[in-house]
């Protein structure tokens, strides 16, 4: 995702220069479809290459040729998630470049809550549904991985949530109602975040446009880079990217957004459901 988002800044650099993928390759010794593979992200980069590349497409300030040169180093580094390779099942390690990349998440969740707005306690109760209990060392690792996941949201250009939660997400103890108690609060202080966004789906609305299950919607910062549909099963996941499955996932997002209940009515709804579950 790294080289993707780079690539997509090179080509988008190319076009306003009015160069053609042959023109820019020249200057560095590269073939027409180098420049291609460069600019889809499907190669490594050389920083001689990128500081050709820049020279030649009219950018004279310091500062971009730094950022850009920057954000070449970073896409040739592993990931911080590199050290729970032993944990991370290969294909999340895709989700979880595209989370880190991604400016806008759009979820929509009929069993748990997201990941990325989990309490401590929660998550771990929802690992342990799906690890066996006695290897707890393997429990605490993947807890680790969630939690320093979190850290994505304070970041200083964290992405924007906006999350429509089934109501049976809210009555479904998971670890307990202890458990369960301490998340609804959690979540009520996410919702007073200025980058969180929450919709409850209420059991009184029957169907709505989403009912076949679960999914998110990242969008990137560039727009050479396609929104992508991301789905979750048991044994792994789908990563939609062609632009009619996505427009149809992103048309029921928007229903979704319409058929919930209004966000000024997020709060009362948690304050409900906390008080029906005792103190």
């Known amino acids: 995702m790294r080289r993707m988002q780079l690539g997509a800044r090179l080509r988008a650099l190319r076009h306003a220069a009015g160069l053609s993928r042959e023109e820019a390759g020249h200057p560095i010794r590269a ?18 290459d990128i500081t050709d590349l820049l020279t030649l497409y009219g950018v004279t300030d310091p500062q971009e040729h730094q950022r850009v040169l920057q954000f070449a180093r970073e896409a040739s580094a592993p990931s911080w998630w590199h050290s729970y390779g032993d944990v991370l099942d290969p294909w999340f390690q895709t989700y979880l470049d595209f989370e880190q990349a991604a400016t806008l998440i759009r ?7 997201p990941g990325l707005l989990q309490t401590e306690a929660y998550a771990r109760a929802v690992i342990s549904l799906g690890y066996d209990k006695n290897v707890p060392d393997e429990i605490d690792r993947r807890l680790r991985l969630r939690m320093e996941r979190q ?15 089934d109501e049976a997400v ?27 966004q929450i919709q409850v789906m209420p059991f009184a609305s029957g169907g709505h446009a ?12 560039y727009q050479e880079l396609a929104d ?9 996941s789908l990563y939609l990217d062609k632009p009619d499955e996505v427009d149809r996932y992103a048309a029921a997002l928007s229903r979704l957004f319409i058929e919930a209940a209004p966000l000024s009515e997020t709060s009362a709804i948690l304050n409900r459901v906390r008080k029906e579950l005792g103190s």
């Open 31 to 48: 073939s027409e479809s180098k420049i291609s593979r460069m600019e889809l992200g499907r190669v490594g980069f050389k920083e001689r």
């Open 107 to 113: 979820t929509y969740e009929v069993q748990f809550i």
């Open 151 to 165: 850290q994505l949201l304070r970041r200083s250009d964290a992405p924007k949530m906006w999350v429509v939660l």
């Open 170 to 196: 809210l009555h479904r103890p998971i670890g307990g109602t202890a458990v369960l108690r301490e998340q609804v609060e959690s979540l009520l202080d996410l919702a007073e975040s200025p980058g969180v």
């Open 210 to 221: 989403a009912s076949g299950g679960a999914f998110s919607v990242l969008r990137f910062p």
């Open 228 to 236: 992508v549909v991301y789905i979750e099963y048991l044994t792994g």
